[in-house]
């Protein structure tokens, strides 16, 4: 088999056979395939797409090409969550401990920034001393002592899709559905959890702009996720707007620490708790919704969620003292308030577009080896709906300089609509998919 030829008959809109994508995948990540040959592929495959079988072998491929993880040892179902990717979408720092107060082990495999949208990894790193690279003995050792881990694909776990996620966030071939689900779900299953929420995004901000296209990537992935005997909970949640206020790594920590505290913004705390309701009735900590939700609540207002998030990020390597103190956290040397230009209801805060201003800023990467700027980033003040005076801050921009900062103010403004009457926010929650 020559990857070439692989890569002309996928061009040439040919189904492949699962040899040939286990030949390509498994030889890419061994590093016999080079970047610009999986590139190739890459886009091929995003132009042309892949039958269910093929997605299915591509996943099986990308999950054989490290080792796959088993809990069983831990005497516990472990609860997976994983999200398509957002804007602001700092879920997992809040609903991992939270599921953890109500007893139930979280063992996650992440990822990084991802296009305009943000990543787990990149967020947990701004961090003082947290490790996400962790060998598979650290992993299970962490899980066992903590309750929490969550880390990145290393050489031995799922490394196919550590090195094609990184090619795809710099090649336009990110919003794919065989990429996308192959690349989720290849990490849940190699994750080893026994159930799995998935929080699939759909709008602006979200790789699936329609409704329709993501119960179709929600089902596809249940049914990969149900092939190999995982349960699978599909939520089809709003990423029109940015989730919550903050959107760059230490201002998202920072805000997930808040809504721990029991604060944070309303929308951020409401997706967080259906989000790890469905997780805790998954994992058997509950018997329905209501109950788990009154546990969960129980646990943002005992301190028990934010004490679990102390010992998950101590037992990681980081400084657990930034749960009572965020200003320990990196912060951007220069601040920028953006005032609104008028007064009117907030009709459109375009999430992709403040995506991707902060990742002008510096929080997300233009090249596979660009480093992140954890400081900087967006610190929205208001939310799709709300009427706002002329003048009022609308927003605050961290940035590395007056120039960036400026930059990020105008394009910041370019990403609001104003309307002259009320208008409707969009739904958190569109729909839950319990079954396909
Ligand atoms: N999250 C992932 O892990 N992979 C994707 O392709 C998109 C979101």
């Given at each position: 088999?020559?990857?070439?030829?692989?890569?002309?008959?996928?061009?040439?809109?040919?189904?492949?056979?699962?040899?040939?994508?286990?030949?390509?995948?498994?030889?890419?990540?061994?590093?016999?395939?080079?970047?610009?040959?999986?590139?190739?592929?890459?886009?091929?495959?995003?132009?042309?797409?892949?039958?269910?079988?093929?997605?299915?072998?591509?996943?099986?491929?990308?999950?054989?090409?490290?080792?796959?993880?088993?809990?069983?040892?831990?005497?516990?179902?472990?609860?997976?969550?994983?999200?398509?990717?957002?804007?602001?979408?700092?879920?997992?720092?809040?609903?991992?401990?939270?599921?953890?107060?109500?007893?139930?082990?979280?063992?996650?495999?992440?990822?990084?920034?991802?296009?305009?949208?943000?990543?787990?990894?990149?967020?947990?790193?701004?961090?003082?001393?947290?490790?996400?690279?962790?060998?598979?003995?650290?992993?299970?050792?962490?899980?066992?002592?903590?309750?929490?881990?969550?880390?990145?694909?290393?050489?031995?776990?799922?490394?196919?899709?550590?090195?094609?996620?990184?090619?795809?966030?710099?090649?336009?071939?990110?919003?794919?559905?065989?990429?996308?689900?192959?690349?989720?779900?290849?990490?849940?299953?190699?994750?080893?959890?026994?159930?799995?929420?998935l929080?699939v995004?759909?709008?602006?901000?979200?790789?699936?702009?329609?409704?329709?296209?993501?119960?179709?990537?929600a089902?596809?992935m249940m049914?990969?996720?149900?092939?190999?005997?995982?349960?699978v909970v599909a939520v089809l949640?709003?990423?029109?707007?940015?989730?919550?206020?903050?959107?760059?790594?230490?201002?998202?920590?920072?805000?997930?620490?808040?809504?721990?505290?029991?604060?944070?913004?309303?929308?951020?705390?409401?997706?967080?708790?259906?989000?790890?309701?469905?997780?805790?009735?998954?994992?058997?900590?509950?018997?329905?919704?209501?109950?788990?939700?009154?546990?969960?609540?129980?646990?943002?207002?005992?301190?028990?969620?934010?004490?679990?998030?102390?010992?998950?990020?101590?037992?990681?390597?980081?400084?657990?003292?930034?749960?009572?103190?965020?200003?320990?956290?990196?912060?951007?040397?220069?601040?920028?308030?953006?005032?609104?230009?008028?007064?009117?209801?907030?009709?459109?805060?375009?999430?992709?577009?403040?995506?991707?201003?902060?990742?002008?800023?510096?929080?997300?990467?233009?090249?596979?080896?660009?480093?992140?700027?954890?400081?900087?980033?967006?610190?929205?003040?208001?939310?799709?709906?709300?009427?706002?005076?002329?003048?009022?801050?609308?927003?605050?921009?961290?940035?590395?300089?007056?120039?960036?900062?400026?930059?990020?103010?105008?394009?910041?403004?370019?990403?609001?609509?104003?309307?002259?009457?009320?208008?409707?926010?969009?739904?958190?929650?569109?729909?839950?998919l319990?079954?396909?």
């Open positions: 088999m020559r990857a070439v030829e692989i890569i002309a008959k996928k061009r040439d809109g040919l189904p492949l056979t699962p040899e040939e994508i286990a030949f390509f995948v498994q030889g890419y990540a061994r590093g016999d395939i080079p970047d610009y040959q999986a590139a190739a592929w890459l886009m091929a495959v995003y132009l042309r797409g892949m039958t269910e079988e093929e997605i299915i072998a591509l996943t099986m491929a990308m999950v054989h090409s490290g080792e796959v993880i088993d809990l069983s040892a831990l005497g516990a179902p472990v609860v997976d969550k994983h999200s398509t990717g957002g804007v602001g979408d700092k879920t997992t720092l809040v609903v991992a401990p939270l599921v953890a107060a109500v007893g139930l082990p979280v063992a996650k495999m992440s990822g990084r920034g991802l296009g305009f949208s943000g990543g787990t990894l990149d967020k947990l790193e701004s961090i003082p001393g947290m490790r996400v690279s962790l060998s598979l003995e650290e992993f299970l050792e962490t899980v066992r002592r903590t309750g929490i881990v969550v880390a990145s694909q290393t050489a031995h776990l799922v490394p196919a899709d550590g090195k094609l996620y990184a090619l795809r966030d710099v090649t336009a071939t990110v919003e794919s559905i065989p990429l996308i689900a192959s690349s989720v779900m290849s990490k849940k299953i190699a994750g080893g959890a026994s159930a799995i929420v929080d995004k759909v709008g602006r901000g979200a790789f699936m702009a329609d409704l329709a296209s993501a119960r179709e990537l089902r596809l049914r990969i996720g149900q092939g190999v005997g995982r349960r949640s709003d990423m029109n707007q940015p989730l919550g206020l903050a959107v760059g790594n230490a201002l998202e920590v920072a805000e997930a620490i808040e809504t721990l505290r029991g604060g944070g913004p309303h929308d951020l705390r409401e997706h967080c708790l259906a989000v790890a309701s469905e997780m805790a009735v998954l994992g058997g900590a509950a018997n329905d919704v209501p109950e788990a939700r009154q546990a969960l609540e129980q646990a943002l207002a005992s301190g028990a969620a934010l004490e679990r998030f102390r010992a998950w990020i101590a037992g990681q390597g980081g400084d657990p003292r930034v749960a009572d103190d965020p200003t320990l956290l990196p912060q951007a040397p220069y601040r920028l308030v953006v005032p609104a230009p008028r007064e009117g209801y907030l009709a459109a805060l375009d999430a992709q577009e403040i995506g991707l201003t902060a990742v002008m800023l510096g929080a997300g990467r233009a090249r596979k080896e660009d480093a992140i700027d954890p400081r900087v980033g967006i610190a929205l003040m208001h939310k799709m709906g709300e009427d706002i005076p002329r003048g009022e801050p609308l927003a605050v921009i961290h940035a590395a300089d007056e120039a960036s900062a400026q930059m990020a103010a105008q394009r910041v403004l370019a990403a609001c609509q104003w309307a002259e009457a009320p208008v409707q926010a969009p739904p958190l929650i569109y729909d839950i319990r079954g396909v």
